[in-house]
Each structure stands twice: as C-alpha cells, then as structure tokens.
C-alpha cells in the first residue's frame, strides 16, 4: 500500500468552493477499487494550506490503474480547477512505526481488564460444560482452561501480552483446535452463550463495544472452525491477533 500526499494552498475566499469540489470527487474516488481511503484535512496555523492524504493499493494502481481508470475522469472535472494550486505531490511507503494513543481506551481496559475477562470465561465454561452440544468438545479440558481463554482474550484486545509470553502465542492456540472437527452448530452455539455470559458477568452493554466483540468472536470461531476440520493445514506461526473498536470507537457523553 503507498500513501499520497498532496500539499494545496487555496486562498480562503475559495476554500468553500475548494472543499465542495472535492466531496463531489470523492464519489468517483471511493468507487476506484484501487483507492484504499482518503482524508483532506485543513491547516489550523494556516487555514489556506489543505493536505489530502489518498491510500492507493501501489504506486501503479494509482498512475496507471486509476489514471488510466473509468473513475479518473470524473474525479479529474472536479479537482482541475485547483491542480495549479498544488505545492508539493509525494509518494510515502508506510514504515513499522505506527500506533495508537491514549485517547481512546483499548477494548481490554474498557471491558474491565483481566478481572472482567476471568469471570466471563468461568461462568461461559460453566454453562458449557452443561450444554449437550458442546460438552462434547470441553469435557476433558484442563482445569486452566477458563484463566488461559482469559489471558488470551485479554491480549487479543490490547492488554497484557500473556498469552504470547507465558502460553507461546498464536500456534500455541492454532494447535487447540486441529482435528476437532468443529460443526457449524457447536461453532453458533459456542458464540451464543458467549454472548449470554457476556450479560451475565456485566461486561459493557454499550453498542460500540458489543458490536466490536461480537466482531473478534464472529471472526475467531470461523477461523477455529475451518482449523479444526480434518485434512485442514492452517499456518501454525502466524502473529498473534489484536482487535480494536474499527470504524465505531466507544461513544462517551460530554461532560
């Protein structure tokens, strides 16, 4: 993926203008399938200079593949008016230093932290070990289990790294599931009583942070169930999993 940086400076009687055209290229920008997302953002210091940041899926798919594409057109009628006012036009290739801040709490704290996640995992495998469907799977399961699931969740969802240091990461848990032959029924049972010890034990109700659970738990138990089938060969040294709040971070009344 390469990032496209295009410096403008507009003299404030068109930035009105300026900004309108844009929201009008965007439509033909967003249907290029090379166009991975967009951002025009604004100077505070100096509120004629704009940045518009373009993620292209490679430095070709933007020369060549949109350029050349049945969107560019389109796209082009707007913005040409402002190509003069262009300052400086670069292709960035992103570097492994990147992260979030503190701003927004990660899932793991907002959940409660490793307290929350043990209780969630003790009362699930209580009732599973009830469940006619699932027992099956978990009657021989470790008398750990739970506190491991906990830990696991936990770094999943930006807390502690555990897992990883006490348990062996990724191919520690890959190697759970081959060969259990999981059905698509224990798989959606599983996940509904996820969801009912979920309420159980209080974690967050609000729909942001249920929204993104549900999200992490939908994607886990596919990739367990396609693991577990027989014949199956899944990568055993794949990086451990981290999930965040995608496009829905929690939502926290002003004060």
């Keep these: 993926m390469i990032v496209e940086y295009i410096r403008y400076r507009i003299d404030q009687a068109d930035a009105e203008e300026f900004e309108a055209a844009y929201a009008r290229a965007a439509v033909p920008l967003a249907a290029a399938p ?50 003069r006012r262009i300052e400086e036009m670069r292709h960035y290739e992103r570097t492994p230093v990147r992260g979030a801040g503190s701003s927004v709490p990660t899932m793991y704290d907002w959940a409660g932290g490793a307290d929350a996640l043990q209780r969630l995992t ?48 990724y191919h520690h848990m890959v190697r759970q599931h081959l060969g259990k032959a999981i059905t698509e029924a224990q798989r959606r049972r599983w ?30 138990t596919r990739i367990a169930l396609s693991n577990s089938q027989p014949g199956a060969t899944p990568p055993l040294e794949a990086p451990m999993p981290h999930w965040g709040w995608g496009v829905a971070p929690p939502y926290t009344p002003a004060t």
Excluded at 124 to 151: G, Q, S
Excluded at 193 to 218: K, Q
């Design 122 to 169: 003790e009362v699930f495998y209580t009732t599973v070990l009830k469940d006619d469907l699932l027992r099956p799977l978990f009657e021989h399961m470790a008398p750990d289990h739970p506190k491991w699931v906990a830990i696991w969740l936990g770094e999943v969802f930006r807390g502690p790294e555990r897992y990883s240091r006490e348990r062996g990461g």
């Design 34 to 83: 090379q166009c991975v997302d967009y951002e025009l953002s604004r100077c505070v210091d100096e509120p004629e200079c704009y940045i518009l940041r373009i993620c292209w899926t490679s430095a070709d798919d933007h020369s060549k593949g949109f350029r050349s594409g049945e969107h560019f057109p389109a796209f082009f009628a707007e913005i040409e008016p402002y190509v």
């Design 191 to 220: 996940v509904s009583l996820l969801m009912d010890a979920a309420d159980e034990v209080g974690l967050p109700a609000d729909p942001e942070f249920r929204a993104a659970f549900a999200s992490y738990i939908e994607w886990g």
